[in-house]
């Protein structure tokens, strides 16, 4: 291609600073968008927990009380406790995942097909899943209950018994997050540098040695990945618990979202500031995992 | 490969896996399985507390026409689509277009706005709940399906940008620099040298962000009221109540609203995993 580079006399104000403007030109719909229901409310909603607020009416500034209020509030440190139960049981999709993508990790006929079925829990929606877990574990009929009745000899209704319905709930969550997990490592495994394999088994590596001085470090990056999706998993648990109990028996099963939303928009009344404030709680110790997820990736950014 | 390839170890060890994946597989989609199988199971069966057997006889047809009849998952399911396209060519639009300015340009503020939306994209729903909805009804689309479009577009926006800017990033830059050698304008770099290559990714976030919002509950239940606007999940969590232990009705209301997904993902299977994985490839 010959064509002159058109004569800088005649560039607009527009062409000549066109690289400076185009970025933001480019960015303009989506951040703007992103900012009105994703940034802004953040913001908001910290604010609206300084006061005391039915949603319709006059909100009156009460300063730190929603918090001082949540200090003494069971019902807050129940949803605390079940929220860090639910983190830490979550995590054992971790190992779980990497087990069935190690048991799948083959080359037979079918193969295929069998990951994706096995990935299947994770596309199906959550309110589905609780209500096929809530079906599993119905007394009388469910089951895992007439399993639990054959072993045991007595009867156990796991939803409705507050021992139980907390791990109940987490289990039926695991499900689809393992899933997901899976795929994470199958794709991991997938990218694995092969000959690296073989040279450890030319020096006779073996069995669990091979795979936790090899394999384990190059599934690092799948790994961390597998870590982040299960934090904000384990934190983000709504719907389960809002299909399966509704936060009961006698509130034992709430976690801290479910509690929000609760005192904000339930037949408990409309407590949009002690909701909001719940919130916050929520999101702060979310921002300890984002912090360190976000400096972990900025460190990737520079170095790659 | 590891595992060792089973083709390699003893005829023992390779039948013994091949009998295996159908037993594991089973056992992990038990509870799929027994809701599948309640529901083209007859309401007797129930009554007469066949819960586990197999079906007397085939009453699918009996069951699923009962739901579409007597209930309104018809409308749900519409619903669901109505709130599930838009937003779908919304984040995906929007994010092709900001992930291409944060793949291409170098400005200060660049790592910061990318790291906005990412961060964005993982706080919790409820903080955003109570100013989203009044927001919301503030708008006038309350109890509508725009409301719910418009966040989701909002939201989806944060992952899809990580997404789309990491998918350009991996492009031969080369490419865009000849262009603008060649007095190339941005806007037709981006339209014509960058979006044709992008189909890729398009395609795997289009179906990753479909099964998100068809599958999201929370949002539904914060927004929405009434039936003309409700979308299949909370819709049948709202069956659910009305159809107290009527588990065969529950099983195959439940079977509906989980299909487009399970299509989507089976239809586009390679895409669905190129797109769990390429927005992760970061990390």
Known sequence: MTTAVSPPVQLGWFRRNQIKLAPWLFLAPGLIMFFIYVLAPIGQSIWISFFDWDGLGKATWIGLGNYVEMLDDTNFYISLKNNLLWLVLYMLSVPAGLGIALFLNQNVVGIRLYKSLFFFPFVISQVVVGLMFTWFYAPDFGLLSGLIQAITGSKVAILADDRYATYGIIAAGLWPQIAYVMILYLTGLNNINPEQIEAARMDHAKGFALFWHIILPQLRPATFIAVVVTVIGALRSFDLVSIMTHGGPYGSTRVLSYYMYEQALSEYGYRMGYGAAIAVVLFLIMMVFITFFITRMIAQERNG | ?283
């Open chain 2, 1 to 283: 490969m590891f595992p060792t390839p089973v083709q390699k170890a003893s005829p023992f060890i390779r039948i013994s896996y091949q009998i295996m994946l159908p037993v594991a597989l089973i056992v992990w989609l038990f509870p799929l399985i027994g809701v599948a199988l309640t529901s083209v199971r007859p309401a007797s069966d129930l009554a007469a507390g066949n819960y586990f057997g197999m079906p007397s006889y085939f009453a699918g047809f009996e069951n699923y026409g009962a739901v579409f009849r007597d209930s309104l998952i018809g409308q749900f399911i519409l619903n669901s689509f109505k709130i599930t396209i838009p937003t779908v060519i919304g984040a995906v639009g929007l994010s092709c277009l900001s992930g291409f300015a944060l793949a291409n340009y170098q400005f200060k503020a660049n790592l910061w706005i990318f790291f906005i939306f990412v961060a964005g994209n993982f706080v919790p729903a409820q903080i955003l709940m109570v100013p989203v909805r009044d927001l919301t009804l503030r708008t006038g689309l309350y109890d509508s399906v725009y409301g719910l479009i418009l966040f989701h577009t909002a939201f989806q926006a944060g992952f899809c940008t990580l997404f789309m800017r990491n998918f350009i990033k991996s492009l031969p830059f080369a490419l865009i620099e000849s262009a603008r050698v060649e007095g190339v304008s941005e806007w037709k770099i981006f339209a014509y040298v960058v979006m044709p290559l992008m189909r890729p990714a398009i395609a795997a976030l289009s179906v990753l962000i479909f099964t998100f919002v068809w599958n999201d509950y929370f949002w539904a239940t914060v927004m929405v009221q009434g039936a003309h606007a409700m979308p299949v999940t909370a819709g049948l969590y709202s069956l659910n109540g009305q159809w107290v232990a009527a588990w065969h009705l529950v099983s195959a209301g439940s079977i509906v609203a989980a299909l487009p997904p399970v299509a989507m993902f089976f239809l586009m299977q390679k895409h669905f995993i190129a797109g769990l994985t390429l927005g992760a490839t970061k990390g």
